[in-house]
Structures are given as structure tokens and as C-alpha cells.
């Protein structure tokens, strides 16, 4: 009957660092352990579905925490972080941050079990996926393997992809509004990937 109090102890305590509302997770826990010793499943797993997301909210926050409040003289939106915590299984986070300047804008998501990374996985993997699509190329974001993608829509404006794949996450940044592709990269690579890595894994 203990199993459910220690699964998530030894899920609390992997996380470096992370703020964790506490109480509302405690709350969630006893809920949980409760209707497990009553054999109520539906509800004990329900009650241990909240305190997940509990943590993963609070991991995503620490993620935020790191991210660039400011990217080559694009404000971050204040109002435009984003964290969710998902239910699915014992994983499930989704964070965005987005930043503007005039006619350029930017923006970070990290995303779990993307439904994307076995396809980016296979296009790294495999360099003969590539040699047909002149604006894909590989690149590497602080020594992680990342697809790059150039897009120009119908009045012009070139937009750029970099997706990265790391630990069962998916990592994108875009950016529109900039034409050069140095530039672009040079941004992903302000992006704290080790210090994500770090908390995601």
C-alpha cells in the first residue's frame, strides 16, 4: 500500500532544485493512498494524476527560470509563458516562452513525447533523408544534434525551425522576421540546453 507514497517521493526527490506547491501535492498524495487502501483505483489514480502534474508545473517553472528574458533586442511577452502538465503516464509537460520587436519574433517550446521526435530522430540519423531538401540542414545546439529549416512564405518573410530532441523532449525554436541563418543559430545557442537537460532527464 505504500508503493504509491514512495513511487512519488523518489519522483519528488529526482527533481533538482524544483519549487514544488507542497501542499497541494501532499493533499493529492494522501487522496491518492487513500482510495488505494479502499480499493477505489479510478480515484487513486486520478489523485495521483494531480500531484504528477503538480511536478511537472513545477519543473516546467524552473525551465523558465533559465530561458533568456531578452533575445538579440526581442522583449520576452510576460504575459505569454506557458506551462501545462499533462497526465500521460508518469510524463506530460509543455512549455512556451515568446519574445517580439517590431517585425521580428521569436519563440521556445519544449513539448514530452512529441509526437515529432521519431521522425526528427530518423532525418538526424539518417544523412540520405535530407539530400532532396536544400533548406533542411544539421546543426548542433550546444553539442546536441538539431534540425534546422528555412521558410520563405508567399510575401517573402523567412522564418526558421530548429527542432532538438533530447531525453524523450523535443525542443523548438523559431524565429521569423530574420534573414540570416548565423544569426538564428546564434540565438538557439543562448538557450540554456544543458540546464534543461538537467531537469527534464
Known amino acids: 500500500m505504500k508503493k504509491i507514497q514512495i513511487l512519488i517521493t523518489v519522483t519528488v526527490l529526482a527533481i533538482p532544485g524544483a519549487f514544488i506547491n507542497?501542499?497541494?501535492?501532499?493533499?493529492?498524495?494522501?487522496?491518492?493512498?487513500?482510495?488505494?487502501?479502499?480499493?477505489?483505483?479510478?480515484?487513486?489514480?486520478?489523485?495521483?494524476?494531480?500531484?504528477?502534474t503538480g511536478i511537472?508545473?513545477?519543473?516546467?517553472?524552473?525551465?523558465?527560470?533559465?530561458?533568456?528574458?531578452?533575445?538579440?533586442?526581442m522583449s520576452k511577452i510576460e504575459a505569454g509563458d506557458d506551462v501545462t502538465g499533462v497526465n500521460t503516464g508518469f510524463t506530460g509537460l509543455f512549455i512556451s516562452r515568446s519574445y517580439t520587436a517590431e517585425d521580428r519574433n521569436a519563440s521556445i517550446e519544449i513539448v514530452s513525447d512529441s509526437p515529432l521526435l521519431a521522425g526528427i530522430n530518423?532525418?538526424?540519423?539518417m544523412p540520405g533523408f535530407m539530400t532532396s531538401d536544400e533548406n533542411q540542414k544539421r546543426i548542433k545546439i550546444e553539442g546536441y544534434k538539431a534540425l534546422l529549416t528555412r521558410n520563405t512564405d508567399s510575401e517573402g518573410i523567412v522564418s526558421y525551425d530548429i527542432q532538438m530532441p533530447f531525453s524523450g523532449s523535443l525542443l523548438t525554436f523559431q524565429c521569423s522576421g530574420i534573414d540570416d541563418e548565423n544569426?538564428?543559430?546564434?540565438?538557439?545557442?543562448?538557450?540554456?540546453?544543458?540546464?534543461?537537460?538537467a531537469i527534464v532527464r
Do not use: K
Not at 56 to 73: F, S, T, V, W, Y
Not at 183 to 197: K, Q, T, Y
Open 22 to 52: 507542497a501542499q497541494e501535492v501532499t493533499a493529492s498524495l494522501d487522496e491518492a493512498l487513500s482510495s488505494y487502501q479502499s480499493d477505489n483505483l479510478e480515484d487513486a489514480r486520478f489523485a495521483l494524476q494531480g500531484a504528477l
Open 56 to 73: 511537472n508545473q513545477a519543473i516546467g517553472r524552473e525551465i523558465l527560470a533559465l530561458l533568456p528574458d531578452e533575445m538579440n533586442g
Open 122 to 125: 530518423t532525418i538526424l540519423a
Open 183 to 197: 544569426e538564428v543559430i546564434g540565438m538557439a545557442n543562448r538557450i540554456p540546453v544543458d540546464g534543461i537537460v
